[in-house]
């Protein structure tokens, strides 16, 4: 008994984990290839690709996957890039250093719908910071109504996910950068080199290891969004800023359990394709320098 002792503290987690996460995963990859829907609940037929020919011939999932795409690249460019700065930022030796990060990191703890009920108010078009503030400086032709505009709404979610996740980012950059000795800055000081020389070819090799976690977290994260678009233009105007995660929830939603089922195991694959080679590419670039 006290041989398995520790296993019995990890039970509960394991019957939690797959009760909730496993077994739907699975019943999905059956479900998704069915009729099921909550108006036949019992009457359950297989319809082989059915679900799937349905939905690539749907003008509004292939509008939302062309929106998750355009989401994650923006994002995980943005996030990574203005993360690695913030970090080379926040590393430095000042007195505020420590306020800094945390006030950077600080919006990584806000719920979602509650960021995106902050930026619902900063973006609305008549009392919102950013049209008061164009109004003020006299640009008031800038100003846009940016959920509603079909031009500006996916961008406007983009612009909350980095404002909310930079930091989390930061973090794990931080984090690298402290892990790297200072004997190599000192020992290339010595030789003359200067700071971008240092940046180059000290600190972004030893960072590898950072880069890689902080670009498969957000690669994962963009492919997989719901609660931004959701808080913020919950899939409008018209369907413009639906991504798959929404077009999930609304099918499911609309009670066709099976189809939506089918869009969830185009997500997955979708996330395994795109993840697993980059995660090995990542690696590999780790293992050269």
């Given at each position: ?10 039970l509960?987690?394991?019957v939690?984990?797959?009760?909730f ?9 059956f479900?998704g290839f069915t ?13 082989g ?5 349905r939905m690539?011939?749907?003008?509004v999932?292939?509008?939302a996957?062309l ?7 923006v994002t995980?460019?943005a ?12 590393n430095?030796k ?5 306020y ?6 600080l919006?990584?703890?806000?719920s ?5 009920i ?7 078009p008549?009392?919102?910071i ?15 109504s940016?959920l ?12 909350m ?18 892990s790297?000795?200072s004997e ?15 940046f180059?070819?000290?600190?972004l ?19 997989k969004v ?7 233009t ?8 639906q991504?798959l ?8 939603g609309d ?5 939506s089922?089918?869009i969830g195991l ?7 394709i795109?993840a697993l080679?980059l ?6 670039m780790?293992?050269?320098?």
């Open positions: 008994m006290a041989k398995n002792y520790s296993y019995l503290y990890l509960p987690a394991v939690l984990f797959g009760f996460f496993i077994i739907p995963n699975i019943a999905s990859f479900f009729d099921w829907s909550i108006y036949y609940i019992t009457d359950i037929h297989w319809n690709l059915d679900n799937f020919r690539f011939e749907n003008p999932l292939i509008r996957l929106n998750t795409f355009y989401f994650a690249f995980v460019i996030r990574n890039v203005l993360g690695l700065l913030l970090a080379l930022a926040v430095m000042t007195r505020i250093e420590k800094l990060r945390a006030a950077f990191f919006p990584c703890l806000i979602v719908m509650v960021v995106g902050i930026f619902g108010a900063i973006y609305d008549y009392h919102g950013i049209n008061s503030f164009l109004r003020l400086i006299g640009l008031g032709s800038l100003a846009q940016w509603v505009d079909s031009r500006y709404a996916m961008s406007a979610v983009c612009l996910d980095i404002w909310q996740w930079t930091g989390f980012s930061m973090v794990i950059y931080l984090a690298g950068l402290q790297v000795p190599y800055y000192e020992a290339a000081s010595i030789d003359g080199a200067g700071r971008m020389h240092k180059w070819n000290i600190t090799p030893l960072i590898m290891p950072a880069i890689s976690i902080n670009i498969v977290l957000s690669v994962i994260g963009g492919l719901f609660g931004q678009v959701y808080a913020l919950n899939g409008g105007p018209a369907d413009t800023t991504v995660g929404t077009y999930l929830y609304k099918s499911f009670g066709y359990l099976g189809y089922s089918a185009v997500m997955t694959l979708l996330v395994s795109i080679p995660l090995r590419v990542l690696r590999r780790e293992e050269n320098d």
